[in-house]
């Protein structure tokens, strides 16, 4: 029995789900039921995105030699970005056992990134943009610069609905970026054309570890009131 | 009576807001009340981000001043953005009636983003990539190319997150990026330190329309498996 949702246990509440996905770096080798991932991918697709074009594209990787391939390109160029956090050092709002776990669990998953049974490899079709002789020139380069920055604003939310997804199904996973720096080969590797580029690399399975509270600083540290300065606060009303 | 989620009403399930928070573009003037608004920003903090660092800020905008500069921005650059989409058409997957639809609520938002009583701001402390002497040119240059296009994975989630606790909690919203070409512009009405870049402008208020089911294409439309060319679907296992 599935609800109108095309869930089979639509019982985990939003606000739970939100805050206990944690990132989740361990991972069991299990396979995961293809009718159970087809839940997180629909439920991926219900995010919003730039003129509902849905110009996403969502590579799941199964197959152990395509796993291996695209696992040892991340562990490769992970190596360089822990030069890089270990040269930036611990954020302000951790403490040292925090990040110590973070940094393990970082580095398990650069050598455990293969053995996970699925890899999502979350896509946008980004074709030039092509723009009407109408718009003045200023206006065509702000654009032009904007758009970097922007278009993952039609691939990221989808992204946040499979990490819920997935925390609701009992599966868990991670967003990981590091392969971009290695997306050439990526491509390569997925047989994936031109004008498709990869957004993520989403290690998906059965936790290995405890779902947990999710961390965070204060809305209060977060949060502005009309202009820059004045903290959010309940009471600021 | 809050649950250990900081939740009022923990009642809805993650399935139900996912399927149902449609882009809401017509909404009442009516003021959100501050432990309303608080509840959606510490659901938008529950995200991941990158290393944990929470490099975000999240601007609300109430006051109507400052409504009315930022809806002026929005509405003028706006009206280049929709030549871009006319320029474009309608996308193969929409029904014309969808399509006009779309079109008339963008509008619509076009004229009134200054009604919303809030508008939402979030920005990342964007800080240049700084890099141990290590790291080889190349990887560097990889990685300052990548940086544009993966630094949203540091927010957007966390827009998908304010979508969905909105829904919940009865309000309705809208990510929109079009101000971004006037970035400058508009934060300076902020008063954003440069270090602060924006990342979308989202109308917040109690909908003037219905939720309802979004609509998008079949997973087997918009996921493969292993490489390019092979459709997912449940049975392809």
Sequence with gaps: ???EYGQSDNSM?????????RAMRWLKPDPIPDKVLQQVLEAATRAPNAGNRQNW????????EQRHRIGEIYQRVSLWVLQRYQHQGRPQNQSAAEYDRMMQGGMHLYEHM???PVLLVPCLRITPLELPAEIP?????AMREAYPWTAG?????ALQNVILACRALGLGTVLTTNHTIAEDEI????????????????????????FGPVKRRAVSEVAMVDR??????????
């Design 153 to 157: 604003a039609s691939i990221y939310p």
């Design 187 to 210: 491509k390569q590797v997925l047989g994936l054309p031109p004008e498709c580029r990869t957004f993520a690399l989403m290690p998906i399975g059965y936790p290995e570890r405890n």
């Design 57 to 64: 594209l969502f590579m799941v990787v199964r197959d152990a």
């Design 114 to 116: 293969r053995d996970a």
């Design 1 to 3: 029995m599935t609800d």
């Design 137 to 141: 020139p200023q206006v065509a380069t």
């Design 228 to 237: 820059y300065g004045t903290p959010f606060s309940p009471s600021s009303e």
């Design 13 to 21: 509440g939003l606000f739970e789900a939100m805050y206990t996905a």
